[in-house]
């Protein structure tokens, strides 16, 4: 069946430019998870969606981030006014139920970089 | 903030040696979870380990929970080519949240 699928898979934006990005999970999971993932480094947690609510966003670096997912489906990360520290793989995951530590399925992934 | 350690940061083994890499911190964690991402691609889950003390097996790879369930270990045996990958742990806090934290990474090459 179908993974998690991200588009666009690369994305350059000059610098005060707002992007977006789109998150196709695994159809029916419950859970969808953003990611923030520096070069070399492991992935950090950004927000969490239960369905259509956002319950957890804690991971937002600041309030230029932000992240809808309106049907409970498909979600949308979107930065505004980029910055160069903004560069990174953005990574989306779902899962099956809303249980903690239920297994999550990644996609592979954004690529931003802000120049 | 929930830190995972991972060590070694780089490794770089001939085809058929063995390995282990390590992630420790001084959080509990509720479960902790090992993955292998390749470049271009999410990782991808390889165990998920729950009680302290655990150990489990997937073919060349050996993966142990610490006691405290504060640390873990990933052992491979024989390492081959295909081994190569970046390995991450990733652990569930004890709060019940549903999020992962992530270490720092591992990067192995296996040079055949």
């Known amino acids: 069946g179908a993974g998690v699928s991200q588009s666009p898979r690369y994305k350059v934006a000059k610098r005060g430019q707002d992007v977006a990005l789109r998150c196709d999970p695994i159809s029916g999971h419950v859970s969808l998870f953003w990611y923030q993932q520096a070069l070399g480094q492991g992935p950090e947690f950004l927000t969490y969606?239960?369905?259509?609510?956002?319950?957890?966003k804690s991971g937002l670096p600041s309030d230029r981030f932000f992240a809808e997912r309106p049907e409970g489906s498909v979600s949308t990360l979107k930065i505004q006014r980029t910055q160069q520290e903004d560069s990174a793989v953005y990574l989306c995951?779902?899962?099956?139920?809303?249980?903690?530590?239920?297994?999550?399925?990644f996609g592979p992934g954004t690529r931003l970089t802000v120049t | 903030t929930q830190l995972l350690e991972q060590s070694p940061q780089f490794l770089s083994i001939q085809e058929g040696e063995n390995l282990t890499v390590y992630c420790n911190s001084s959080s509990v964690f509720s479960s902790l979870q090992w993955y292998r991402q390749e470049p271009g691609e999410g990782p991808v889950l390889l165990v998920t380990?729950?009680?302290?003390?655990e150990v489990k097996k997937l073919k060349r790879l050996t993966f142990q929970f610490g006691d405290a369930r504060k640390d873990s270990s990933l052992h491979i045996t024989a390492a081959q080519p295909g081994d190569t990958g970046l390995y991450l742990c990733a652990g569930f806090d004890q709060t019940g949240a549903n999020n992962l934290f992530f270490g720092t990474g591992t990067r192995l090459t296996v040079i055949p």
């Open positions: 969606f239960q369905n259509e609510a956002q319950l957890d």
């Open positions: 995951a779902s899962s099956e139920t809303g249980i903690s530590s239920d297994e999550q399925y």
């Open positions: 380990v729950v009680t302290g003390g």
